[in-house]
Every structure is written in structure tokens, then in C-alpha cells.
């Protein structure tokens, strides 16, 4: 198994989407005046196992548009074919695409891949609600040209500490785990490495590995309470298994994931 970190450019994001306040400036920070924070990367993730490569998520592209909590910085050349070249892949090969949930920085590089796309059916239940619906339209973010992911269904049972899970290859060596809170239906990707680890793709579960030992709740989730109790079960799995965590805005991700390093 090789997994592939994809880098399809950067983002700011304000200091209270990592940081967020308690009750009911919690959102609304989002939306005034406030410090940024450094470059954080927009990771997606390409894995070559049994012959067959799977690609989790799909990055951003040169025409998202700023929002009052996050400022893009991707190039067209930063884009998933830029990508995909300079880890020596080829996009015809991606035999499937997974997305972790409905946010433009997961799903708009779908634009350039014609795979079949799989995205949890809670997710797309949610992504047809008022309530997102208006987001999209009050921030200018709408869904890529076609989307139309098939539902993915979590019913492989228990894997790990997670309740719902979703085989994905046919040796049960990379799987999708039920994590919600920052969207009610995202999902992540564990796949089991060569050495035995659990290298889980985890998408928004958290921005940073420091978020998640902290068990602190994003500021855009629409249940915080659903979210800590996410992040205690992704704990509890760090604990049982020896786990690469990988969020796909962590500065350290690349690093953790070509060094190995588990979750301690
Ligand atoms: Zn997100
Ligand atoms: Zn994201």
C-alpha cells in the first residue's frame, strides 16, 4: 500500500475557526474582525493498494472565492492534475473517488476527475437541507458542476472504536469510519499500512492533532456536542490501535505520514 499526500494549495482561516469561543460567539466570531493564521495546506489523498487507486477527497481550485472566515491561495497549477503529476500519478487511473463531506475545499477539484464519486448518505442528506443550501448561496460557495455523488452506505459494522464503518477495498485493509460534527455525515479513511498502522485520512475531523487532543469543537460544526463525543471515539482508537492522524489542514500531516508517527 502507498498512500500519496496531494497538496492543492493553501488557506487562512481566522483565528476563531481554530480557537473558537464559547456559546454564542462561537459563529459569530466568524464573522467580525480578527487575526488570521499562517498557511494551512488543502490536503487530499491519493491510495495505491491491490492495484487499484482510490482518491480521498479531491482539493481545491483556482476559482474558490474568499470567505469572511478563510482566504484561499491556490493557483490553477496548484490544482489536482498539478498534483496527481508531481506524486507521478495519473488522474485515468483513479478508480474511485471517496469525499469526506460536502465543503468546496473536499469536492471542487471533481472537476477534473471522472471516477465514480462516493459520498456518505447522511452527508448527502444534509447537503440538500435549507440550511446549508443558504450557506452556499449567502457565501458564494456552490457545489462543482455536477455533483452528484452515489450514497455511501456505513454498513460493514463496527470497526475499532467507531460504530458505523464502510469497507472500501476487498482485503478490508482500508475502510471508512462514521465521524460527524463538523458536517453531520463526514466520514474518514483509515487504511491499514504496510507496518500494521492505521494511517486515518480524517478529513475536518479536526485541523490539527493538538484540536483533537484537546477535544475542542470547531466553530462551524452545527452540534458541538456531537463533535467532542467524535473526537473521544477517535481518541479511544488512537489508544487501541497505533494511528497515523492525518487532518487535511495540519501543517504536520506530510510529515506524520512519511515519518509514521502514531498518535501517542
Ligand atoms: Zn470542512
Ligand atoms: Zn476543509
Not at 497538496?7 to 467580525?32: E, W, Y
Not at 448527502?124 to 456552490?142: E, I, S
Request: hydrophobic share 45%; with cysteine; net charge negative.
Amino acid at each position: 500500500m502507498r498512500i500519496h499526500a496531494l497538496n492543492t494549495g493553501s488557506v487562512h482561516v481566522k483565528h476563531a475557526f481554530l480557537f473558537p469561543s464559547a456559546g454564542a460567539r462561537r459563529q459569530l466570531d466568524l464573522f467580525l474582525p480578527g487575526p488570521w493564521s499562517d498557511p494551512l495546506p488543502i490536503l487530499c489523498w491519493a491510495v495505491e493498494h491491490d492495484g487499484r487507486l482510490l482518491l480521498v477527497d479531491t482539493g481545491e481550485t483556482a476559482s474558490v472565492r474568499n470567505v469572511p472566515f478563510a482566504r484561499f491561495e491556490v493557483s490553477p497549477d496548484q490544482e489536482l492534475p498539478a498534483a496527481f503529476a508531481a506524486a507521478g500519478l495519473s488522474l485515468d487511473d483513479v478508480a474511485e473517488v471517496v469525499l469526506t463531506h460536502h465543503h468546496g475545499d473536499h469536492v471542487d477539484g471533481l472537476v477534473h476527475v471522472r471516477a465514480p464519486v462516493r459520498m456518505a448518505e447522511d452527508e448527502l442528506r444534509f447537503v440538500a437541507t435549507a440550511f446549508p443550501r443558504l450557506m452556499r448561496r449567502v457565501l458564494r460557495q456552490p457545489l462543482p458542476a455536477g455533483f452528484a455523488p452515489q450514497p455511501l452506505v456505513l454498513n460493514s459494522g463496527p470497526f475499532g472504536a467507531f460504530a458505523r464503518s464502510r469497507t472500501l477495498s476487498e482485503d478490508g485493509r482500508i475502510v471508512a469510519v462514521d465521524t460527524p460534527g463538523h458536517t453531520p455525515g463526514h466520514i474518514s479513511v483509515i487504511c491499514i499500512d504496510d507496518g500494521g498502522r492505521h494511517v486515518m485520512l480524517a478529513g475536518d475531523v479536526t485541523d490539527t492533532l493538538e484540536q483533537l487532543h484537546s477535544r475542542r469543537a470547531d466553530a462551524v460544526g452545527p452540534d458541538p456536542s456531537v463533535h467532542v463525543a467524535t473526537l473521544d471515539v477517535v481518541l479511544a482508537h488512537c489508544a487501541e490501535h497505533p494511528t497515523v492522524y492525518l487532518p487535511s489542514h495540519d501543517p504536520e500531516s506530510v510529515a506524520r505520514l512519511e515519518g509514521a508517527v502514531t498518535v501517542s
